[in-house]
């Protein structure tokens, strides 16, 4: 449970990270993978204008070199003057770097210049021009131009007439930059030569250009992931409040629930209010169905959690859990406010639709407080909702299957009941298997003469596990889980073969009754399915009465009828069990044509004077007999009463006055004394 509680919390946290983390995640590489892309160009289009602007420059300071090697190898002393007719700086220096020749001022660098002309990386080396000035921004073009010292005083020569001329030619030639190749002619002499890197206005602008559709591009690229991450981040938040929603009540459901629940319940652990969980169920939801339409069904579960909803304070929270269930977190200070409140709210429910009855069970779970060692109330750590739900659960489940509203407090005693149901449950197939249900007989009794007329089989389980269990702890369970079917043949059959066994060996028998369950009626064959049972046997029918409990004459009375009247066509005996403890009694005897009526314990529970108790008996017992019944007292237990039977005509009596249920073989030997 909690595991799940877990992976629901997890993909929730996920969700709403995700996108975050996506975006952000999206961006850096975006950013990175740019940034690479950018230093690359960069380089790419610099060495290509570097290598194209001076190439030129390069192969005349070339040539001036192999001029140079070739004089020097001639031993041409004349070679100086023939490189100062090219007009160019130059250098040369020896193996130790020391100056050879020189032509011009010698500006040349220490620190090798960042040009590098790719084509010819390996035989030249280039160097700044220390002299060279910086590059400035043309505060009138706005372009780059070199050297501010020199491009003021070129602006201000004489011959400038018109300014703005001087301007513009200037910026036809925005760069001039000096720069030293130094190559390489042998003997570690080194021919320097300073060449003009210029750009123009054109390349200025190719470059520019470039840069610029380059940052246009990253940006576009990066705006359009932008907004596709914005349009995740909304479609996440879409899909959050999709995982979120129920589709039924457009309200919150139940994943929601067990999150929110969890938070508020962590968050709101110091308050001094207590918690409770609570589950709604609205009992009619399936018969509203039937009897309207699903589409109707549905537009009440909308109005039911609408009025949930409105009823709720301040950090309180509903969901529609399943179709006809509702969860709450509800905070109160005592259980008593609470059950008021509760109240009050299935009455706000019952009147949504006042045409109809509305009913709405709820079972409630008071969360408990954590507290420490001192029992200071401290934070919760480990909430798991779905477990206090199930506590929840299992309150509203002890309502019964009763149509009625009504309030159910979580206890203790339910988890151990929950935990007998499951027991039996998975106990009653080898129990039944390996014959550990006994048949007790009850004998009845004459009570005019005390003689020996008639018993009923009451069964017991004798398990191997659970020792030895009376069917009030059973039964029920059976009933619910229709495993009663089962216990019903099992009981007909071995009652059978016991009579029979006993009439095989000579013993005066008495009719046997058994019970069968109310969930056993509404099998239209269940007269075949007895006969065919006791006749498989061989016992005469006369030797087997079948008990009906007075509360399944409310089911289908046709069929009940049916079956009565096929069970005494072929010679079953049958008679009605617990007379007087149900509510349509009369109307019941009215209607079947019973053999034996079973005055129902409880008249014998009180008093045995009680005078008017016995005026109701005496009238049940005339009744009964006006309408050819035998009557059976049962649950007599002293002599007073069992007089007042006599005296009133009652055919048996079967209680602990007489004889308490007991084993086959006890029975055996009442018979035999007989
Ligand atoms: P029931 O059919 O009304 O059975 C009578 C119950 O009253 C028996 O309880 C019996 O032991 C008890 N009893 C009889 N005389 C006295 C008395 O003088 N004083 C008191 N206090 N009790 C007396 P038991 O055997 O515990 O059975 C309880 C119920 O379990 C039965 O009520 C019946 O509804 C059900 N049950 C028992 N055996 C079977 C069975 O084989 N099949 C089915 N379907 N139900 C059974
Ligand atoms: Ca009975
Ligand atoms: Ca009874």
Redesign the pocket.
């Known amino acids: 449970m909690a595991k799940s509680r877990n992976k629901n919390e997890k993909t929730y946290r996920q969700l709403k990270k995700a996108h975050l983390w996506g975006l952000i995640v999206q961006i850096a590489l975006f950013s990175v993978c740019a940034t690479i892309l950018l230093a690359t160009a960069g380089t790419v289009i610099g060495s290509y204008i570097l290598d194209s602007k001076l190439s030129t420059e390069y192969e005349n300071i070339k040539y001036m070199a192999k001029l140079y090697e070739a004089g020097i190898s001639k031993d041409d002393k004349n070679i100086v003057d023939l490189l100062t007719k090219e007009e160019r700086d130059y250098v040369i220096t020896d193996s130790d770097g020391k100056v050879i020749f020189c032509n011009g001022k010698n500006t040349v660098s220490e620190e090798s210049a960042d040009i590098r002309l790719s084509d010819y990386e390996e035989d030249i080396t280039i160097y700044r021009d220390s002299e060279a000035g910086y590059i400035h921004v043309n505060p009138v073009t706005g372009g780059i131009a070199l050297d501010i010292k020199e491009y003021r005083e070129w602006i201000n020569r004489e011959e400038v007439d018109d300014e703005h001329d001087a301007i513009s030619t200037m910026a036809n030639a925005y760069i001039d930059l000096p720069v030293w190749m130094s190559i390489d002619v042998g003997n570690g002499e080194h021919f320097i030569g300073k060449a003009r890197f210029s750009a123009g206005k054109h390349d200025v602008q190719m470059v520019m250009g470039i840069v610029i559709a380059i940052v246009v591009l990253t940006a576009l690229i990066l705006t359009t992931m932008f907004v596709a991450g914005i349009k995740n981040i909304v479609k996440q938040k879409r899909m959050i409040s999709l995982f979120f929603t129920d589709v039924t009540t457009d309200g919150h459901n139940w994943s929601w629930f067990v999150v929110k629940g969890e938070q508020l319940l962590r968050r709101g652990s110091t308050a001094k209010t207590d918690y409770a969980i609570i589950n709604m169920f609205f009992v009619n939801y399936r018969n509203y169905c039937i009897c309207h339409s699903v589409v109707e069904g549905e537009k009440l579960l909308c109005d039911i959690y609408k009025t949930i909803e409105k009823s709720l304070r301040k950090r309180e929270i509903c969901a529609h859990a399943s179709s006809s269930n509702y969860s709450l977190l509800l905070a109160f200070s005592s259980e008593t406010e609470l059950k008021n409140r509760l109240g009050e709210l299935i009455d706000k429910l019952a009147a949504i639709d006042t045409d109809h009855k509305l009913c709405f069970q709820m079972g409630v779970s008071h969360i408990e407080k954590e507290v420490d060692k001192n029992g200071r109330v401290v934070k919760r750590r480990d909430i798991d909702i779905e477990s206090e739900y199930n506590k929840a659960l299992a309150a509203r489940d002890s309502l019964n299957a009763t149509e009625e509203s009504g309030i159910a407090f979580f206890d203790e005693k339910l988890i151990e009941e929950q935990k007998w149901i499951d027991k039996v449950q998975e106990k009653q197939q080898y129990a039944l298997e390996n014959e550990e249900f006994k048949v007790y007989y009850?004998p009845k009794y004459d009570p005019q003469s005390s003689t020996l007329r008639g018993a009923?089989?009451?069964?017991r389980w004798d398990s191997k596990e659970l020792g030895f269990v009376?069917?009030?702890r059973f039964?029920p369970i059976f009933e619910k889980n229709g495993f009663?079917t089962e216990?019903?043949h099992y009981?007909i059959k071995h009652v059978a073969a016991d009579q029979k066994a006993w009439l095989d060996m000579g013993y005066e028998c008495v009719p046997v009754s058994?019970?069968?369950?109310r969930a056993h009626f509404i099998e239209n064959d269940l007269a075949e399915q007895i006969r065919d049972m006791v006749d498989e046997i061989g016992t005469p029918h006369k030797y087997i009465e079948i008990?009906l409990?007075e509360s399944a004459f409310f089911d289908d009375k046709k069929a009940m009828l049916d079956t009565i009247n096929k069970l005494k066509g072929m010679g079953f005996a049958v008679s009605m069990?617990?007379f007087g403890s149900g509510y349509s009694s009369l109307n019941s005897l009215k209607d079947m044509p019973l053999d034996v009526l079973k005055l129902d314990?409880e008249f014998f529970r009180g008093e045995a004077e009680d005078e008017r108790a016995q005026i109701v008996v005496s009238e049940a017992i005339k009744l009964g007999k006006c309408l050819n019944m035998r009557i059976v007292a049962?649950?007599?237990?002293v002599k007073e009463q069992v007089d007042f039977l006599a005296g009133e005509g009652c055919d048996m009596i079967?209680?602990?006055?007489f004889a308490?249920?007991m084993p086959k073989d006890e029975y055996e030997e009442r018979m035999q004394k007989q």
């Open positions: 009850q009923e089989a009451l069964i009376s069917p009030g039964i009663i216990i019903d009981m058994v019970n069968v369950s008990e409990t069990d617990d314990a049962e649950g007599v237990e079967q209680g602990y006055y308490k249920p």
